[in-house]
């Protein structure tokens, strides 16, 4: 199964440092039977695209906790043995579609992809992150503010390109 699990740069640097994903059980997106009747959709792709957002969403959320973390959303795409995922974990959010449990840690060498703003959308990732907590409350401007970084696409890199990411190569 193909997990995407939200980070942030420092927490994509850490996990380059310790060469792992999460020290015990943590939270990922994927394909799940919730987010297939969410979507409504029966193609893998656009279902897994779909995982890929909700974990850009939750990447946003780790950004709002984390003030001094740069502007980018980072989302790591990881496959991984079906046992080691479970979605009727009860301490996940039953409003978050596609929301799983991993048993960690995971190895980063198993990592498939990474997902990464471009520079270019720090202003409106930046915004989003500062309207997150209104627009959870209903705030229709903030929802905006919000869905002005799903404008952005996530830029994909080579699990070798970590490095460059994480500022340690050329």
Known sequence: MRVYVPLTLPGLAEAYKTGELGADAFVAYAVTPGLREWYASDDIEELEYAALGRAALASLRLLTAEPEAPRRRVVIAVDVADRTVTDGDPALDP????????????????????????????????????????????????????????????????????????????
């Open 95 to 170: 409003a978050e579609p596609g929301q799983v449990r991993v048993t960690g840690p995971l190895p980063l060498g198993k990592a498939a992809s990474v997902h990464v703003d471009a520079a270019d959308a720090q202003a409106r990732v930046t915004a989003a992150a500062e309207a997150l907590p209104a627009a959870d409350r209903g705030d229709g401007d903030a929802q905006s503010a919000v869905d002005g970084a799903e404008d952005h696409e996530l830029l994909w890199f080579a699990t070798q390109e970590i490095t460059n990411l994480v500022g340690r190569g050329v």
